[in-house]
């Protein structure tokens, strides 16, 4: 029979089976006719003709079963009866059933959620073509940590390397558009001509940056974000070749970017310009400064390895024609990675850790509904035995059992779905400033087909111990419903069962408890300023009266920023405000190369944070002065250069002298150098884990350059918040076309400098509750399952004198022992399982004993809660009418 035939026949049969059974019918009556027609034809009589035909054919009613057994149709017809049978079953156990559906949309959609966040972030290549091509390449400091590249460096690998096919630099810009609407302040990259060809990626519109817009006063071009294109110029495609007005300057769109184009060093960028830097510098220019980001594509064929085994013979063998400054001789050698290790370095291990806590969810959630299905099972031992006496085959059994678990999986499943949907919105609100590609975390095809897999594991693997057991009954022993032997095997499994959920809660919640102690320990970590009460925000020139390299325009800054500076201190509420070029806990990094005067090892340079800051910066983030003084109003252009360093710095440079008046050359040389007058207390500048850092201050009009951006800080007598729209209108009340961005209270980036350890607290702290709440149910479940199939036994001892007290001690033993055999394991699995999470601990070690002695006490107790109810129920049993029930 052909297979459409099959097919369609087996269709016909499932939407109409009173015809079919009609068919059979009638095929099994001819087959009868004919067979007695034959006989009489034989000569015998027509009873005796009948009688034959139908011992020929056996007996008619098994005929119209086998010939309905033959054929698909009849496993779904089978299967769509299971399906009814068990949905009938679930109606009969609402309770059991809804808590076996909550605990699997838990587990499964936890697991999605957590899976559409690491996937794409993690496992998923770069969305460019050839992403593994992709590299990125730092200059390596004294102490092996990667160093942004210098455009010297950059110049010199281009021309001297073979393993890539293009290289590119970028550089942060901040433009402010001016049009109709207000000015606005835009996060851009100033980019070396091949940065999309780096990343092979094109316009959607008009034209990519060529060499000819790359070079020293080059056309001002750029090109827009596919974003800032819809939002700011309503996607018009007449777009290229229009100008847009960027710090009184015109522009020319030469593209737009597509919608697809993710830019992973800076999702936030919405234009690009050529760098146009100048290939032609002196030693003390910017191109030597480490302020660039350095991107490259190797060539097809070319490994990260020999990649990266160039680049370091190249460092190792400086050439003449490309000479290089001290703080850029490559003497360390250069770091090459892989783009995608670069991004996501950062939080792969938080990302790991809260992958491998979901999975420990699932597992504890498999076990529970693993118990239940076996107490199910168990209740039900004599319908299997009276199935089995009836003829059903095990596998028959068997496959009831598994397309209940997998019902029931599927219902949970669908739950998790939504379970997952809420879960990756939170994923994405709670998530740390620095996760990358937070804009793919989503429910996408790949995610629902891993929920799919997930479903489908779970629904079997919680179904097969229950189905195996019923498969292995032995008849008369169900039929009998007490046997002990019976009982005393899923007892055991049960039993091992919840071991195994308190060992995995142990591990959860000693991770969570770590997590929560190193944030404790990290938020008593002094920060070296006070942030209580400190307003903070970006202020940015822009404009030709502030034009770059001129005097007039330097001059035009510092004016701007004292009046703005002034117009703040009058606000009433301000108890001070100052600017400084950079912030602590904001992300920023500004250091340049320090040589002290007479130093006999000049070359061996060193670098320190750089803090361009007005006088009242010290007051306003009571900043302790601890020797000399303070910058003051004399330390102005034109005067010696005066400069306060930070404790740890004094004290590593001058363990045994005094800093006082010692002097020191600081970034770019012009010949003149810093005296120190003072030392401050040291400031967290990078993050609150990190050590202390080197730092140098000087006064804002005494630094080589003027910054054009500089950081508002304002301490307030009461809510810091709330002085926000007074200070933006003070600052406007000087140049209304200055933006002010990057508000925030410093309480506020105190908070985001742990964001990535809060993250994984808040997911770890989720997690363990879950953990723990299943285990307790699981205990419980056990031990009241345990009760109800020893009634008989408990109502003899208690009949042979048992006391009630004697009778509670004895269930809740069991019940105890249970949990500190899980709690022993997980204790040792804790020891190995915590090493995930050490790069997240801080203050804290991962064998804190009173992180260990916190989780047995808390587990101690839910435990004994859950053993507490079916104890106390066995003890108050009535052993005459529990001998009797038996």
Known sequence: MSLLRQLTRGLHALTNRAATDRNVADEVDDYLENARAAHLARGLSPDEALRAARIEVGGVTNVKEQVRGYGWENAVETMLADVRYAFRRFRGNPGVTVVTVVTLAIGIG????????????????????????????????????????????????????????????????????????EPDRLDGQRVSGDYFRVLGM????????????????????????????????????????????????????????????????????????????????????????????????????????????????????????FPRVPWASLRSGLLVHSLQDDVTSGVRPVLLAVLGAVILVLLIACANVTNLLLASSARRRGEFAMRSALGARRTRLTQQLLTESLLLASVGGALGMIVAELGVRALVALSPTGLPRVGVIRLDAAVFAFGLVVTTLVGLSVGVIPALRASREELNLGMQQASQRTTGGHQATRKALVVTEVALAVVL???????????????????????????????????????????SGDSARYEFFAEALGAVQHIPGVAAAAFTSQLPLSGEFDGYGVQFENDPNANATGSALRYAVTPSYFATMRIPLLHGRLLGAEDRAGAPRAALINESFAKREFPHDDPIGKRLGFGPSDGRLYTIVGVVGDVKQSSLADGETDAIYVSPTQWHWVDNRMTLVVRTNGNAAALVPTVRNAIHSVDRNQPVVRVATMDDLVDRSIADRRFALILFEAFGMVALVLAAVGIYGVLSSSVTEKVREIGIRAALGASPESILTLVLGQGMKLTALGIAIGLAASLAATRAIVSMLFGVSRLDAMTYLAVVVTLGAVAMIACGVPAWRAARLDPNRALRAE
């Open 110 to 181: 936890a697991s999605t959620a957590i899976f559409s966040a690491v996937n794409p972030i993690l496992f998923e290549s770069l969305p460019y073509p050839d992403a593994k091509r992709i590299t990125m390449i730092s200059d390596m400091g004294a102490d092996g940590a990667p160093l942004d590249v210098t455009f010297g460096t950059y110049r010199e690998l281009v021309q001297r390397s073979h393993s890539f096919d293009a290289m590119a630099v970028v550089n942060t810009w901040q433009p402010t558009l001016v049009g109709r609407a």
């Open 509 to 551: 919640l000693i991770g969570a408890g770590l997590l929560l102690r190193s944030i404790r320990t990290l938020l008593e970590v002094n920060v070296g300023f006070d942030p209580s009460h400190v307003l903070t925000m970006q202020v940015q020139e822009s404009g030709h009266r502030f034009q770059q390299d001129s005097a």
């Open 202 to 321: 094109s316009p959607m519109l008009g034209r990519n940056f060529t060499s000819a817009d790359d070079r020293e006063n080059g056309p001002r071009v750029v090109i827009l974000s596919n974003a800032l294109w819809h939002n700011r110029f309503s996607a018009n495609p007449d777009i290229i070749g229009r100008s847009v007005r960027l710090n009184d300057d015109d522009y020319v769109v030469i593209g737009v970017m597509p919608a697809k184009f993710e830019n992973v060093l800076a999702p936030s960028v919405q234009i690009w310009a050529p760098l146009q830097y100048n290939t032609v510098f002196g030693p003390d220019s910017r191109e030597w400064g480490h302020h660039l980001r350095m991107i490259g594509r190797m060539r097809a064929g070319v490994g990260l390895a020999q990649a990266r085994d160039e680049l370091s013979a190249i460092a190792r063998t400086p050439r003449s024609d």
